[in-house]
Structures are given as C-alpha cells and as structure tokens.
C-alpha cells in the first residue's frame, strides 16, 4: 500500500489515513518493524516530517524467519601468554607434545598454535623455535617468521638465552646449590644416558640449580640451564639422587599428581625485532602445590 502526499505533516498522519481502523500503538509498530519507507527510505520515526510529493509506503508484514546463526568457533585450547607480530608465547600444559614426532600426531601444541593464529590470518604460520619434553609444563615461545625464527634459534645456540626451571624432586640435594656439568647421548630408541665427557656422541649438558625450600620428603628447585639437551634437568636430578616427582623413567619412587613435576617457570631473551630483553612467566601448575 503506498500514497503520496499531498499535505505537509508528520509521518504518522499519513499512516493513520492509509489505515483509518488502525491504532497509534500499531501503525508505530509498523514503523519500528521497518515496514514503512519514505521516497524508497525506510523510516522508524513517527514524527518524520513528509512534503507535498513524498511517497509513502507500508510494506507487507515480513515472514519470522527462524534462521540459525553459525555455531561460534570453538576457542583453542591454549593459554597464551604473550603475543605481537612476532611472537606467540604460551603455557604449555603437561602431557602434551611440542611437535609431532615420527608418528604424525594430529594435536600437539605447535598444531594448536597455528590453529589459533590461522582465526585472524588463514595464510600466518608459526614456527618452533625449541621444545619441551611431553612431561614437561611451562613457557614456549614460537616465532611467527621465519627471520624471528633464525634469531631466536641463533641466541639459543649461543646460550643467551635465560632458561629457569622449578622442579619438585624427592629426598633434599646434597649440596644445596651447585652445577651439575655431564654429557648425554640419546639412543635409536630416544633413551638419554649419561656418558664419557670423550664419547663421540656425547653432548655436554650444564644445570645450574639451587633449593628453594624442603619438607620431609621433597624438595623444591629451581634450575637454570645452559644448555637444552632432552631430559637434561632430569638427569641432573638423577646425578644428584634427588629425582625429580614422578619421574619413574630416572630412579622417581613417587608419582602422586600423575606427571612428572618439572616445569619451565621463566625465558627471558632479546626480542627478534626490537632487540629489547623480554621475559615471560608461567605460574606454577596446583600440582605443585
């Protein structure tokens, strides 16, 4: 139904002529619905001023629609800790891999983090920069280019890089603070053993460690390490007959949280853009507690 106007006045007065056995309450429900356009212009104001010449038109009630939205992305289940262009810096939970191995797993939490960062960009990427053990929680960083990825990689070789660890081990280390400098081969089968400082495969591994605190029983200790070899803090604990919690694998005779209690606390290194030092934490997991 349309009219044109032939008298200067507020909208509603049209509507009410186009509609004679209408109420107020209706035909201003017809204008908050959208339903009536001025000049092909809907218009919800009852109060809108119309010329001599306008068009007036009530178009036909719209059909409900019931329409279901799509189904909001599921968040990813990671806890983000820092992010920029750059970088992405996480939390990495316990039993969880860093990378796929071998085997080709589908979750791991590099897997995770090209998940989340694919919600802003489908062509970003995110590339492991190092790793932690699957027992092992605590800071990761990932670098989101390639350049970011040699620099980072390039202060971890030249150990610049600042690593603690806290770690929960049995029993008290004798002596309470010191450096544990040995040197480690893995097998075919990814076994670490402790070998002659002139094997051939042999990898020095250097822990500086110190206990925080003691009850009967264990230990808390923070340890910070030179370098990143595979099982490294482990076996330094092994070395000092304090095994770390949960720790079957290197001499542990207790596991009452079901994971190994070895977390990495701090990374602090210079940022690959700014050239600024950075520092990231991750809060003790309650196993600790």
Known sequence: ????????????????????????????????????????SVVHRAKHEVCVGDVVKVLPRAKAEEITPPPAPTPVDIE?????????????????????????????LHSRCVEHIKRSDQNAWCFIVHRLDRETSGVMVLAKTKDAKREL??????????RLYTAKVEGRPDPVTGTVRTWLMEDKHLNVKAVNPDHPRGKEAI??????????STS?????IETGRRHQIRMAMQHLGSPVVGDERHGAATNPQGRILLHASALEFLHPET????RFEAPLPPAFS
């Open 275 to 278: 050239d600024d030092p950075v």
């Open 207 to 216: 822990s500086h460690y110190s206990v925080t605190s003691s009850d009967e």
């Open 1 to 40: 139904m349309e009219a044109m106007v032939e008298q200067d006045g507020p909208l509603l007065g049209v509507l009410q002529t186009l509609h004679p056995n209408s109420s107020t309450t209706t035909l201003r429900k017809m204008l908050t619905q959208g339903r009536v356009t001025v000049n092909d």
């Open 80 to 108: 983000v800790l820092f992010e920029d262009e750059t970088l992405l810096v996480v939390n990495k939970p316990a039993h969880q891999l860093s990378v796929a191995t071998d085997r080709l797993e589908v979750d791991t």
């Open 220 to 224: 808390m200790v923070d340890v910070m």
């Open 153 to 162: 990689q390039s202060q971890f070789a030249e150990r610049s890089v600042h």
